[in-house]
């Protein structure tokens, strides 16, 4: 008997595939990242009703074949649409920036609930309309979170090296390809981050959400840009 699993989906790519098929990889909150087949998604409208759309959150069943890595699509129903998210390019582009991190770097069938919850927290606050909402400032807060709900966190209190406390006061010198802070003596990372700043961003990787101000989106992105970056194409 076939295996179904039955699952919360974010969209992360559409592949065609001959003339009616998809290839779809999804971010499932119980199997993390993987990829099925939607068979006559291309060929008819009604198939899959249009469910298989980036930003939306499915309900998705899809079964799994012996001997193969790409599961079959049985079902996918909208149940969070975000059309809000859609009137907004500059909203758009940071969702899908977001859901490139988790297609590029999340592990293949590995539940990742945290990382799923944060996806779906972006994505509900770049569709909620409110006007005043710094799209990027959104983005790297998820970023530093997804981070180290993938157990790639920027330790940004200690020096990476020999592992001495950052004093809550001072500077970070801090350096993404190692992971976080490089105190002075192990040799100085190259990017400065004040005091206060270094603890927004250490309360955004916790989780917290409106920990960053507007003005701490750049170094933040920084950050995760890069640290996403090393972690790519790592498979
Ligand atoms: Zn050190």
Redesign the pocket.
Known sequence: MAVVHDSQALVLRRVELGEADLIVTLFTLTLGRVSVLARGARRSKKRFAGALEPFFTLQARFEERTRSELFVLIDADVTRPRLGLLSELSRLEVAGRALGWVRKTAPPRTPEPEAFQLMERLLDRLSNGDATLSPERELSEIGLALLASFGWGVDLEH?V??G?ACPETSIGMGDPMSGGL??R??GSGRMRIPAARRLRLVRAAQGEQNALLAEDANTALELVERVFAAHAGVE
Do not use: G
């Open positions: 020096c090296r020999c001495k490089v105190c003596s192990c």
